[in-house]
């Protein structure tokens, strides 16, 4: 028998959204509801027909709700096996009803762990003993238990129940998978948060992440490579892979590597700010009195790169911005963003021909710094840190040389100074009007990183500010920096060097302060 008729249904749930509307369609399809404690209420104050469990059990619920469904007449009636004689035999000496459906989520454990001084006796609290019982229960037993933990399973449990009377097996199996992961991550909260308790510093002994995954991406980095998108559980922030994708196909595993250093670049500014990706570097950045303002600087910093780029901006796309990102000559991956409004997707999506692949994507309003915390894998292994998001302590900085920075100048260096933290190290970018004008990254010299954003920035690179993302070891990078007109830098300091490095900029007249903080991007 592999689709029993759905008889009876046992709901306790601590998410209570859409319960009612799910219910009505319970009764409404013939199906007899039990109840505990406040889902119990809940129903009723909804006119909604309910046996209590206590009634049923003949026990009643004590301990402060702590004891309510642990007892055989109710796991007997979840676990049955409706073609076995023997299981329906012992119900039957017992006086045991089947539930053929369990709609069960657990206390908020981690919502209540996540406010601001919850103490372990209030979260002890919230973890559910009774809950996970049933969900196990149901879930062993899906070849005839139905098994609901989310909300968003009702409609496809009601309208098979409402169109056969019961569920279909392959929909069961599919539940009571869910389940399993949706009890998997719930112990792991609870064990996580214990291990923090006896933590040393920031790191606990053991750490553990539910990982869903969102979306088999057509390859990886190189297309003899599979790949496939994992979204972390619980994760609600904005970034890209909860945005919602507006137009566009399918994204690629570099599209979403780009589009994340993308986002990651302009959520540090609080002014209108764009950002030009190419290869998870930054070919293109800047700030400006509007977003298409901002976006036109940003697209002129490495126009030749920028063709086939990936966009971040801060700040709803509107038409002037869409016009500058369709200019002729132009070609774009994938712009993510706050929103977009109706007439810039009109202009982003209709000819030419590259447009009805661009991939527009909407993360919402931008109101984080981002996750706190980076991990990094390693073959065997994971690397765990607090994320480089925090912005830095300016009151630490210090003008080191006999020249110091002129207003403007000081903008540069804030602007450049914020960009060096997104340039693969060693990474070197020179700036000037709140603008990125070149970018040597990645390079096994910073000499050679000196070099390459000095070629890119071209005839504009006089009167730029230089901003280096770790200490310069010799002062070489400063003479090459001052043949080609830089007017002021700003670096961490701390070389055993620094001196000749301070000499050289005095030499050449140069402005230069030191951050006391690094910031390698590897």
């Known amino acids: 028998m592999e689709s029993p008729p759905i008889k009876r249904a046992l709901i306790s749930v601590s998410d209570k959204q859409g319960l009612a509307d799910f219910a009505r369609g319970l009764t409404a399809a013939g199906v007899e509801i039990y109840s505990t404690g406040g889902t119990r209420k809940k129903l009723e104050a909804e006119g909604i ?5 206590s009634e049923y059990t003949g026990f009643p619920e004590m301990m402060d709700g702590r004891l309510k469904t642990l007892h055989p007449a109710v796991a ?38 996540a406010r601001e001084g919850v103490s372990m006796d209030e979260a002890i609290e919230q973890i559910d003993i009774g809950g996970p019982t049933m969900v196990r229960a149901a879930s062993k037993n899906y070849a005839f238990t139905t098994i609901a933990t989310s909300t968003a399973q009702y409609p496809e449990i ?11 097996f392959e929909l069961r199996r599919k539940l009571a998978g869910e389940a399993f992961a949706h009890t998997a991550q719930y112990d792991r909260t609870i064990a996580d948060y214990f291990a923090g308790q006896t933590a040393e510093g920031p790191f606990p002994g053991t750490i553990s992440t539910v990982l869903r995954r969102k979306a088999v991406l057509r390859y990886g980095e190189n297309p003899h490579q599979q790949a496939a998108l994992y979204a972390t559980s619980g994760s609600t922030g904005t970034n890209v892979v909860n ?22 670049i302009v959520r540090g500014f609080d002014e209108p700010a764009a950002s030009v990706i ?3 570097n930054p070919c293109g950045a800047a700030v400006a009195g509007t977003i298409a303002e901002a976006l036109g600087k940003g697209m002129a910093g490495d126009p030749l790169s920028a063709f086939g780029s990936v966009i971040g901006l801060n700040r709803t796309v509107d038409a ?29 999506t209709t000819e030419p021909k590259w447009k009805a692949n661009v991939r527009l994507m909407k993360v919402g309003p931008i109101d984080s710094p981002g996750e706190p915390w980076a991990l ?35 903008a540069d260096l804030r602007f450049a100074w914020a960009m060096a933290r997104y340039v693969k190290s060693n990474a070197i970018v020179l700036c ?91």
């Open 158 to 168: 009601l309208e098979q129940i409402a169109a056969n009377g019961s569920t279909k």
């Open 376 to 410: 990094r894998h390693l073959d065997g292994g994971l690397l765990m840190q607090n994320a480089d998001v925090l912005d830095d302590p300016e009151e630490d900085w210090k003008v080191v040389t006999d020249t110091k920075p002129s207003d403007e100048q000081m």
């Open 49 to 53: 027909p309910v046996k209590g469990v």
């Open 243 to 264: 945005a919602e994708q507006l137009h566009g196909k399918g994204l690629s595993y570099n599209n979403l590597l780009n589009l994340d250093s993308a986002l990651a």
């Open 432 to 522: 000037k009007d709140r603008m990125l004008l070149g970018a040597g990254a990645g390079q096994m010299s910073r000499v050679d990183s000196v070099e390459i954003s000095i070629k890119k920035a071209g005839d504009r690179a006089p009167g730029s500010a230089l901003g280096s993302d770790a200490f310069f070891p010799f002062p070489d990078s400063i003479d090459t920096a001052a043949d080609a007109g830089v007017a002021a830098l700003i670096q961490p300091g701390g070389s055993r060097n620094d001196d000749d490095v301070i000499a050289a900029c005095n030499k050449h007249n140069l402005a230069m302060v030191f951050t006391g903080r690094r910031h390698f991007k590897h």
């Open 320 to 348: 002037a911005t869409a016009k500058v990102l369709t200019e002729p000559g132009m070609f774009i991956e994938a712009i993510v963003a706050p929103d977009f409004d109706e007439e810039a997707v009109k202009i982003l």
């Open 278 to 280: 190419k290869h998870n």
């Open 76 to 113: 007997g009636g979840i676990l049955c096996r409706h073609d076995n004689p023997d299981d329906l035999k012992s119900l039957a000496e017992h006086g045991i009803v089947t539930f053929e459906l369990v709609v069960a989520n657990l206390y908020p454990f981690a919502a209540t762990i």
